[in-house]
């Protein structure tokens, strides 16, 4: 059984922030690549960022300089701390392990109003 549980969206006015939190259970989180993703109602889901089990990240183009991925391993958990966020549709927020497993969780909401 592997979990994967992310928290921290809400409601925020454009130009603010958020940060995510994804914990994982049942899973030594040390060992998997982890990523963000997003999904608006209608739309595709969209690769946010990256992280590998070595720290290495990686960021779409639409959030360079905005959004930061990182890992705390002894706390089993990434995080996507979100910068000037931008007025746009609702969007889920996932935190899915990449490799060498893949497990999606449920998402978390983040609104930016404007």
């Known amino acids: 059984q592997v979990q994967l549980v992310e928290s921290g969206g809400g409601l925020v006015q454009a130009g603010g922030s958020l940060r995510l939190s994804c914990v994982g259970i049942?899973?030594?989180?040390?060992?998997?690549?982890m990523g963000w993703y997003r999904q608006a109602p209608g739309k595709q889901r969209e690769l946010v960022a990256t992280?590998?089990?070595?720290?290495?990240?990686n960021s779409a183009d639409s959030v360079k300089g905005r959004f930061t991925i990182s890992r705390d391993n002894a706390k089993n958990t990434v995080y996507l701390q979100m910068d000037s966020l931008q007025p746009e549709a609702p969007a889920v927020y996932y935190c899915?392990?990449?490799?060498?497993?893949?497990?999606w969780g449920q998402g978390t909401q983040v609104t930016v109003s404007s």
């Open positions: 899915p392990a990449l490799a060498p497993f893949r497990s």
């Open positions: 049942g899973i030594t989180f040390r060992m998997a690549d």
């Open positions: 992280v590998s089990t070595g720290g290495s990240t």
